[in-house]
Structure formats: structure tokens, C-alpha cells
């Protein structure tokens, strides 16, 4: 998210060090300034994401169809567990009211 904001500010990104070279591709293919060379927004779509090399061998068809495993798996207590769950404290009533009318021209 942070990376995809300071391309929204006209900034270089550096990423971390940690992170390999299909990843970073990935994600500098996918932030191009230009909307019109980002990855997935070209002549195949989503189709060229999903061949970029950080996906090889992901099963696209297991995610379509809801098959695949979750590779984060957490011991539960029973059905109602929720102690993996971040707490946060209780809305405090209705956000204001927008009036900015940036969505005026969409």
C-alpha cells in the first residue's frame, strides 16, 4: 500500500532488500505511472498477471472454484474461537456526512 502511494506522489520506490526479483517486478509492473502500461491493463487483462512469473505454478482454477487451502492454519478452540482476531474497540456511531462532491463527474 505504502509503495502504491508514493507512486501516486511521483516518488521512486525502494523496496526492501528482502524482497526477490519476482516480486519486485510484479510490483513495479503493477504501479507503472502510466495506466496504460500497468500489468493487467494492457490488451490481455488480467491474463498477463496471471501468467507473470511470481504465479507460476498457482493454481488459478483451485482459487476460482474455492478449493484451495488456506497456508495459514490456526489451531482452534471450537467453532466460536475468535482469539486470532485483532480486538478493536466498538464504533463510535455514524461517520459524517461527505459533501466534497468528488465524485461529481464519475
Known amino acids: 500500500r505504502q509503495t502504491y502511494h508514493l507512486r501516486w506522489q ?6 526492501p532488500k528482502k524482497i526477490s526479483k ?3 517486478d510484479l510490483i513495479r509492473r503493477l504501479c507503472k505511472l502510466n495506466p496504460a502500461e500497468q500489468l493487467g491493463n494492457k490488451k490481455n487483462g488480467i491474463t498477463d498477471i496471471k501468467k507473470h512469473k511470481w ?13 484451495l487451502m488456506s497456508p495459514l492454519r ?11 482476531f485483532d480486538m478493536f474497540p466498538p464504533e463510535l456511531g455514524e461517520p459524517p456526512d461527505e459533501f466534497s462532491d468528488w465524485d461529481k463527474d464519475f
Not at 55 to 67: D, S
Not at 74 to 84: I, V, Y
Open 10 to 15: 511521483w516518488q521512486k520506490v525502494d523496496l
Open 22 to 24: 519476482r516480486p519486485e
Open 55 to 67: 504465479f507460476q505454478g498457482f493454481n488459478w482454477e483451485g482459487l476460482r472454484r474455492q478449493k
Open 74 to 84: 490456526r489451531e482452534l478452540k471450537g467453532p466460536l474461537d475468535h482469539s486470532h
